[in-house]
């Protein structure tokens, strides 16, 4: 399973970048981009994320 941000529901608050273990996650305008390559798929982004707009696929 991968962790996929819904550009529609994030809401750029970073809580994300600030909690992911790895620092799989970036921002690029304003949006949430997780690193494929670098995550874990630990699921904290899921777990954190205020919006929900994070889920594990």
Known sequence: M????????CVGCETC???CPVEAI?????I?????D????CGT???VCPAEA???E
């Open 2 to 9: 991968v962790a996929v941000v819904d550009a529609d529901l």
């Open 17 to 19: 970048v600030d909690e």
């Open 26 to 30: 970036t921002m690029e305008d304003g």
């Open 32 to 36: 949430a981009v997780i690193d494929k």
């Open 38 to 41: 670098l995550c874990t798929d």
């Open 45 to 47: 982004c899921v777990d």
């Open 54 to 56: 994070i889920q594990m």
